[in-house]
């Protein structure tokens, strides 16, 4: 369950202009508290989504339970001296057509599901730093023996 570690891999073996570049949830925190933005031109953070439960069966000492879980990828694109952020955006638009392209289809080995595009959208701006966030939904199952 919360597959971040492995998203974030996925991430910096594919998209070459954030290997390196990719941070965690404690790391983005420390950011927003410092109400700062990454030093790098380009960076990424994999956070921790939500878990809906699906269905559940419990048959034969076995219960078993659908469920989705959501992995949050935090995308900011910065350009010196770009104070509109039109240069950002520039840099910023194929950065999240890769990062979709890399997550987006493929599972990990130990999930029954792969993960799917949920939403994308541009959460903030400032001086020149574009955030856009990337949901992604992965179908999983919990089984446990009781």
């Not at 700062?36 to 953070?45: D, K, R, S, W, Y």
């Not at 799917?116 to 199952?141: N, P």
Request: hydrophobic share 40%; proline share 5%.
């Amino acid at each position: 369950m919360i597959r971040i570690d492995d998203v974030r891999a996925r991430i910096e073996a594919r998209v070459p202009a954030l290997a390196g570049k990719m941070g965690n949830a404690g790391q983005f925190a420390q950011l927003v508290e410092r109400n700062q933005m990454p030093q790098h031109t380009c960076a990424g953070f994999v956070l921790p989504g939500g878990l809906q439960g699906g269905t559940t069966n419990a048959i034969s000492g076995l219960f078993t339970q659908s469920f989705v879980e959501t992995a949050i990828v935090v995308l900011a694109a910065r350009v010196a001296n770009d104070p509109t952020g039109e240069r950002a955006t520039d840099e910023l638009t194929p950065l999240v057509r890769e990062v979709i392209e890399a997550v987006c289809g493929w599972g990990p080995d130990d999930a029954p599901g792969i993960f799917i595009l949920s939403s994308g959208e541009l959460v903030g701006t400032q001086a020149g730093t574009l955030v856009y966030q990337i949901d992604f939904q992965l179908s999983d199952q919990l089984r446990i023996t009781p």
